[in-house]
């Protein structure tokens, strides 16, 4: 990987030839991206989708002894509020009693600032901000108008690295910069890398285990495990899948979320990094590979039963612990099995839409096939290489299944609701508003404090789904008494109708 060497990672459309205008069926879409016709479409009429800042904020708002600076004008960082409940709530899960919520500060970039530039205005909010809070972390992150007006932000981390305490870590994150908002994971761990991973510093390790001093070799001979979490993981999410760890006997380094800045230092000497979503973690994974030797799995989500399974013998795998897996594995969905017994009944047959990420959204609705659901539609919000693996699970099933690769784009959304009329609709809050706005039951992809990883996870989907089959009346008033932006003639045309092809 010779990004690190560059300021700025790259953008996933270069890296990954990643798409987010398509719509078709599952069997095209693999076809078509393996055949290279996925690149360089577009829309003719978009209506909204999200800026990449918006994941940064929600992985960075959550580091410990941290401080975020939004670079920017005030109101780029207004996305933080409304993380301010996942944020206290990640600080009281990591065993903070007293969570404070995101701590961030703006530079509050005004007309003048685009003439005569912002990186003095940035300079001054990094030393107050070492200054208030002395953290061990000082984020800067660049939005678009510094962007666009050329603040050097790497410069000015460099000139102050001597007079405060705190490393600083810029991150570019310029909204303007790429369609693809998961260029944010690629874009933070791009910093982090370049200024906090050296590979040089075992004490963290050492404090952990009460030692006085530790070598990077018993570091690597010991079971610590790099696990990489996501944004839209819960709390208990965290506590199942390093349950599983822990009964295979390994101890667990859990970054980036709700993580100290001292976990990436202690990354490298990790016997294995762990993934739990490849379009979120694949780019710190293969650098850590490729500059430390440090091995990685991690292709799929462990999210549903045979995902979950793959996961551990994945891991078992690489260190040496085939059989304590399948002890594991054996164990665990024979009691699975019997807990959704009663529940397959009701859910056999009903049919469900899922949008959310790539992966998530792929992943749980293989789930839902598992527990003998019908998928009608998926929409992941962008689509590049790592998708297969979970698309050729569901062509296998039905390769008929409708596809709209979209970042939001509701208009697209609500139309293939009213064509396919699923009896549950499986997505973030802000898709599922619309899909309830049709009398759909909805159900969140990801939840505040909900578990939706490793086997307790894929009971508890199922649980919760068959809970709302049982009563949708809520929702079918709410499609009598509210109105759609969209006139009637709409849900006629064809919902892909504004994604033009290959340019």
């Known amino acids: 990987m010779t990004y690190i060497e560059l300021k700025v990672a790259p953008r996933r459309e270069e890296r990954l030839g990643t798409c987010i205008e398509f719509g078709g069926t599952v069997g095209e879409v693999h076809r078509q991206f393996c055949g290279g016709c996925l690149k360089n479409r577009s829309r003719s009429f978009s209506q909204g989708t999200i800026c990449q800042l918006l994941p940064a904020t929600a992985i960075l708002t959550s580091l410990q002894d941290s401080v975020v600076i939004v670079h920017g004008a005030v109101g780029c960082g207004g996305a933080v509020h409304s993380q301010g409940a996942s944020v206290r709530l990640g600080q009281f899960n990591s065993g903070d009693k007293n969570p404070k919520g995101a701590l961030w500060l703006s530079t509050n970039l005004s007309e003048s600032d685009v003439v005569s530039g912002g990186e003095e205005k940035l300079k001054r909010a990094i030393i107050e901000a070492d200054k208030r809070y ?59 890398l370049r200024n906090m991973v050296d590979g040089n510093d075992e004490t963290e390790f050492a404090v952990y285990n009460n030692e006085a001093a530790v070598t990077a070799e018993k570091i690597r001979r010991s079971r610590l495990v790099n696990l990489l979490n996501v944004s839209s993981m819960t709390g208990p999410d965290q506590k199942e899948l390093t349950r599983l760890l822990n009964k295979l006997g390994l101890e667990v380094n859990m970054l980036p979320c709700d993580a100290h800045p001292d976990a990436f230092r202690l990354a490298p000497f990790a016997a294995l990094s762990i993934g739990v979503c490849p379009t979120h973690d694949d780019y710190f994974m293969s650098y850590l590979h490729e500059k430390f030797g440090v091995p990685f799995v991690g292709g799929q989500m462990p999210i549903g039963i045979e995902n979950t399974s793959l996961w551990l013998r994945q891991i078992a795998a690489k260190l040496g612990l085939e059989d304590a897996a399948e002890r594991i594995i054996q164990s665990e969905t024979e009691e699975l099995h019997r807990a959704l017994q009663p529940l397959l009944p009701n859910l056999k047959s009903k049919t469900a839409m899922l949008s959310a990420g790539e992966i998530r959204t792929l992943a749980t609705a293989v789930l839902l096939q598992e527990l003998g659901m019908e998928i009608l539609a998926v929409r992941p919000y962008h689509y590049d290489e790592f998708g297969g693996t979970e698309i050729s699970k569901l062509e296998k099933v039905n390769p008929k299944i409708r596809i709209n690769v979209a970042t939001a784009q509701p208009f697209e ?91």
């Open 413 to 503: 959304a609500v139309n293939l609701i009213y064509r396919t009329k699923p009896d549950i609709y499986i997505g973030h809050n802000s898709d599922n508003i619309w899909a309830a706005k049709c009398g759909v039951s909805i159900l969140p992809i990801y939840g505040t404090n909900s578990i939706y990883s490793g086997y307790a996870g894929a009971y508890d989907v199922a649980r919760r789904i068959e809970r709302h089959l049982k009563n949708p009346v809520f929702n079918e008033h709410l499609a009598k008494n509210v109105r759609q932006p969209y006139k009637e003639s709409w849900y006629a045309e064809d919902p892909f109708k504004y994604i033009k092809g290959v340019e």
């Open 134 to 192: 002395r953290p061990s972390a000082i984020i800067v992150l660049s939005t678009c108008v510094p962007g666009i007006i050329g603040d050097d932000i790497d410069g000015a981390a460099d000139a102050l690295k001597e007079q405060v305490a705190a490393t600083i870590l810029p991150i570019h994150c310029e909204g303007f910069k790429t369609k693809i908002m998961a260029t944010a994971y690629d874009a933070i761990f791009h910093s982090f």
